[in-house]
Protein backbone atom coordinates (compact mmCIF):
# COMPACT_ATOMS: atom_id res chain seq x y z
CA UNK A 1 0.00 0.00 0.00
CA UNK A 2 1.29 3.68 -1.36
CA UNK A 3 -0.16 6.70 0.34
CA UNK A 4 0.90 10.46 -0.26
CA UNK A 5 0.38 12.97 2.21
CA UNK A 6 0.50 16.63 1.44
CA UNK A 7 1.03 19.98 3.65
CA UNK A 8 1.35 23.20 3.65
CA UNK A 9 -2.16 24.95 2.46
CA UNK A 10 -3.22 27.63 4.22
CA UNK A 11 -4.80 31.22 3.48
CA UNK A 12 -2.68 33.75 2.15
CA UNK A 13 -3.05 37.23 0.76
CA UNK A 14 -2.45 38.17 -2.67
CA UNK A 15 1.47 38.73 -3.50
CA UNK A 16 1.74 36.09 -0.84
CA UNK A 17 3.93 32.92 -0.71
CA UNK A 18 3.57 29.20 -0.17
CA UNK A 19 5.00 25.80 -0.13
CA UNK A 20 3.52 22.87 -0.68
CA UNK A 21 5.27 19.18 0.41
CA UNK A 22 4.12 15.78 -0.67
CA UNK A 23 5.65 13.07 0.63
CA UNK A 24 5.12 9.14 -0.53
CA UNK A 25 5.27 6.13 1.86
CA UNK A 26 4.78 2.54 1.76
CA UNK A 27 5.81 -0.11 -0.09
CA UNK A 28 8.28 1.75 -3.04
CA UNK A 29 10.51 0.22 -5.42
CA UNK A 30 10.65 3.78 -7.28
CA UNK A 31 8.72 6.71 -8.21
CA UNK A 32 8.72 8.13 -11.80
CA UNK A 33 6.90 11.49 -12.83
CA UNK A 34 5.79 13.06 -9.42
CA UNK A 35 3.39 15.87 -9.86
CA UNK A 36 0.93 18.90 -8.75
CA UNK A 37 -2.41 19.31 -10.00
CA UNK A 38 -5.17 21.84 -8.95
CA UNK A 39 -8.71 22.12 -8.90
CA UNK A 40 -11.10 24.98 -8.34
CA UNK A 41 -14.98 24.94 -7.43
CA UNK A 42 -16.54 24.72 -11.00
CA UNK A 43 -13.67 23.81 -12.63
CA UNK A 44 -11.84 20.35 -13.86
CA UNK A 45 -9.01 19.21 -12.50
CA UNK A 46 -5.73 20.72 -13.90
CA UNK A 47 -1.74 20.17 -14.43
CA UNK A 48 -0.56 22.94 -12.51
CA UNK A 49 3.65 21.33 -12.78
CA UNK A 50 5.51 18.33 -13.66
CA UNK A 51 8.79 16.87 -12.42
CA UNK A 52 10.71 13.87 -13.71
CA UNK A 53 12.94 11.41 -11.91
CA UNK A 54 15.90 12.80 -13.42
CA UNK A 55 14.18 16.63 -12.83
CA UNK A 56 13.01 18.04 -16.05
CA UNK A 57 10.08 19.92 -15.04
CA UNK A 58 7.31 21.45 -17.37
CA UNK A 59 4.62 24.11 -15.94
CA UNK A 60 1.50 25.45 -16.70
CA UNK A 61 1.87 28.75 -18.86
CA UNK A 62 -0.29 30.12 -16.21
CA UNK A 63 2.25 29.16 -12.99
CA UNK A 64 5.49 30.21 -15.56
CA UNK A 65 8.00 31.98 -13.46
CA UNK A 66 5.92 32.25 -10.25
CA UNK A 67 5.35 28.56 -9.09
CA UNK A 68 8.77 26.08 -8.73
CA UNK A 69 8.20 22.51 -8.12
CA UNK A 70 10.93 20.40 -6.93
CA UNK A 71 11.95 16.89 -5.69
CA UNK A 72 14.10 14.81 -3.01
CA UNK A 73 14.71 11.14 -4.09
CA UNK A 74 16.23 10.17 -1.14
CA UNK A 75 12.98 10.83 1.12
CA UNK A 76 10.18 10.74 -1.91
CA UNK A 77 8.89 14.03 -1.97
CA UNK A 78 7.68 16.20 -4.54
CA UNK A 79 7.56 20.15 -3.47
CA UNK A 80 5.94 23.42 -4.94
CA UNK A 81 6.86 26.60 -4.28
CA UNK A 82 4.55 29.14 -4.97
CA UNK A 83 5.21 32.94 -5.22
CA UNK A 84 3.73 35.73 -6.37
CA UNK A 85 0.37 34.20 -5.91
CA UNK A 86 -3.11 35.26 -7.37
CA UNK A 87 -6.73 34.65 -5.82
CA UNK A 88 -7.08 32.90 -9.70
CA UNK A 89 -4.49 30.21 -7.85
CA UNK A 90 -7.53 29.52 -5.46
CA UNK A 91 -7.93 25.76 -5.20
CA UNK A 92 -7.46 22.53 -3.75
CA UNK A 93 -3.88 21.22 -5.10
CA UNK A 94 -3.49 17.20 -5.31
CA UNK A 95 -0.23 15.21 -5.53
CA UNK A 96 0.37 12.86 -8.19
CA UNK A 97 2.68 10.33 -8.48
CA UNK A 98 3.89 7.60 -11.19
CA UNK A 99 5.15 4.39 -8.17
CA UNK A 100 6.70 1.34 -9.19
CA UNK A 101 5.45 -1.16 -6.41
CA UNK A 102 4.36 -4.74 -6.69
CA UNK A 103 2.84 -3.00 -10.06
CA UNK A 104 2.92 0.49 -11.32
CA UNK A 105 0.26 2.64 -10.76
CA UNK A 106 -0.92 6.35 -10.34
CA UNK A 107 -1.59 7.44 -6.82
CA UNK A 108 -2.99 10.73 -5.78
CA UNK A 109 -2.86 12.56 -2.62
CA UNK A 110 -5.92 13.64 -0.42
CA UNK A 111 -5.59 17.62 -1.53
CA UNK A 112 -4.62 20.28 0.32
CA UNK A 113 -6.72 23.36 0.24
CA UNK A 114 -4.58 26.81 -1.12
CA UNK A 115 -6.82 29.68 -0.63
CA UNK A 116 -5.78 33.40 -2.01
CA UNK A 117 -7.49 36.52 -0.53
CA UNK A 118 -6.91 39.83 1.09
Known amino acids: QVQLVESGGGLVQPGGSLRLSCAASGSIFSINDMAWYRQAPGKQRELVARITRGGATTEADSVKGRFTISRDNAKNTVYLQMNSLKPEDTAVYYC????????????WGQGTQVTVSS
Open 96 to 107: NAGVYSAYYYQY
